[in-house]
C-alpha cells in the first residue's frame, strides 16, 4: 500500500476536488435525475442513499460487479482442494481399508467437497467485497458534504466525481440543480 | 427475491410507463382455440389408453403410473407454492399467482385420474401378490399397511384434504378479484400454514404409497422430499412456459416483465440445486451404509441399460441445469429459462420413468407408444382443467392489495 492511498484513506492528504453533490429526497428523483445527468455524458458518478434503491446502478453506469468471478474461482478451488485431500490421505499416503469401502470414491467424498466449496466461497465474497470497496476505511471525501449524514437518514445523495472528464465546477453545479438536487454543493477531497 | 416497499415511490416514474395495456381476461376466441386443441389431445390420449387396455393391459397400467406421478406432483408443487406465496406476502409473483393457482386446482382432479391405478392395482404392485408377501418376515410386517383396502383409502383421503385445502384458497383468490379487500389475503393465508404441512407430510406419504412401494422391502424417509422437490422443479418449469407461452400470443406481455422471469429462473436454479442435495443425501447414505435391503433399490438401477441412465442422472439434473442457469443473465434471458424448463420437464419424465420402469423391465428401459398414451391424457386432462379457470376468472389477481407493487417489480 502506497504512502498516497495510505493519505487517502485517512483524509491526510493534500486538499484537493471530490466532486459535485447534491440530495434527493425521494429515490425516484435520485434515480431519473442519475440517468440525466449520464446521458449529459458524464461517466464517474456515485449515490449514497440509507437503503438499497431499485435501478439506481443502472442509472448511473455502475458495472457489474466482479465479485462473481472471484467467488467462482475460489469455488473451484475449495473442491479441487477438498478431493485432492481425500484421494491424497485414503489412497496415496495412508492406505486403509474402512468398512469394506474403496480407498477413493466420489460418493463419500462430494459432502466434504460440497462442504469446503461452501467454505471457499464464503470467506471469498467477504474478504472479495471488502477488497473491491477498499476496506476498511476511516475516511471518505463525501464526510466533507453538508448533508453527508443524511444518506443514512432521509436524503439520496448523488455525486459528479472531479475526476470525471467531463467535470467543470460551475457547469457541473448547474447541471446538479438542473435535474432537480437540493443543497448543491462543492465538496473538496 | 429482494424486495423493497416503496410505498413513498407512488408519484414517481412508474406512472409514465403503460403498463396496462395488457388484458386480464383471455379473450373468447383464444381459450375455445386452446380448449379444442386440449380436448383433442385427450380424446386422443384416452383413446390410446382404452386401445392399450385390450391390447396389453400390464403395460398400460405401467406406463399410467408413471404419466400419474408426472402431473399429480406439478400439482402438489403448485398447491406448496402457492400457499408460500400467501403465507410471505409476496409481491413479486402476484402477476403470475393466477396461473400457479390454475395449476394448482389440477391437484382434486388426480382423484378422478387415480381410478385407473385402482382398476390397475395387481398389474403395478408386486405387494398384491399374496404368496410374495408371505415369503418374507418384512414383507408379513407391511402386509397391514400395504393391503389394496388400505392404500386406496390412503389415497382417497389424501386427494380430499389436498382438494378442500386448495379450493378452499382458490375460492379466496377468485373472491378477491371483485372483493378487493385485504380479508381474502388473510382467510388464504390461515389456510396456508396447516397447508403446508398436509403438502409435505401428505406428499411424503403419498410417495411411499404410489411409488416407494413399488419395491416393498425398500425403504429411504427422504424419499418423499425428493419427489415432491422433483415436482415443484416441474411446476416452476411449467409457470415459465406457460408464460412464455402467453408472451409469444401477446398476453399478459406488460405484466409479466423480465423481472419476473428472472424470479423464476432464480427458483429453476434453486430447486436444481435442492433436488440434488436431497436426492444425492439418500444415495450416499444408502451407499455407505450398504445394507442389502436399501442397496437394492439403486442395485436394480444399475442392471443392463438403466446403468447409463443412474450414470448420465448427475449431469441430467444437476450439472448441466445448474451451470447453465449460474450467472445473472442467463437467468435473465427468456430464451435460456425457457429451455431450462423444457430440460427440467423432459428430465423430470426421464427420472419417474426411472423409478418406476425397473420395478418390471429389469434389464433395461423398453420404450412403448403406451407411455406417450398415457403421458398426454394425464397432461390433457389436467391442461383442461387448468385452462377451463381462464373462461370464468380474470388471469391475474387484480384484486390483490400487491398487484400494483408486483407490476412494479425489479430486481436489486
Redesign the interface.
Known sequence: MNLELLKDKFGLGDDKLYGVMGAFSEPDDLVQAGRKIREMGYTKLDAMSPFPVHGIDDAIGVPPSKLGWIVICFTVLGAATALLLIWYVGAVNYRLVIGGKPFFDFSYSIPVTFELAVLFSAFASFIGMWAINGLPRLYHPSFNYSQAHRASDDRFLLVIEADDPKFDVEKSVEHMRGVGAGDVEVVEG | M?Q?S?S??QA???QAIPHHADSYQLEVSRWTAGRNVLVFAALLGILGCVAGYFTNPARLFQSYMVAFAYTTFIGLGAFFFVMVQFLTGSAWSVTMRRIMENIMITLPVGLILFIPVVLGLSEIYPWTNPQLMNSDAVLRGKAGYLSQYAFVLRTVVYFLLWSLWAGSIYRQSTKQDTERSIKQMHIASKWSAPGLFLAVAIGTMASYDWLMSLEPKWFSTIFGLVMLTGGALSFFSVVTLVCLGFRRAGILKNSITQEHYHDLGKWLLALTAFYTYVA?SQ??LI??A?LPEETIWYRHRMEGSWLPISLAMPFLRFLIPFFVL???PAKRSLKVIGFIAVWSLIVEYIDLYWIVMPTYYKTGPEPHWLDLATLVTTVSVCGLVFWSRFRKHKMVPVGDLRFEQSLHF???
Open positions: 429482494s423493497h416503496h413513498s415511490s414517481g416514474s412508474h444425492f444415495y450416499m451407499w455407505y450398504n449460474l450467472c445473472r425489479e430486481n436489486a
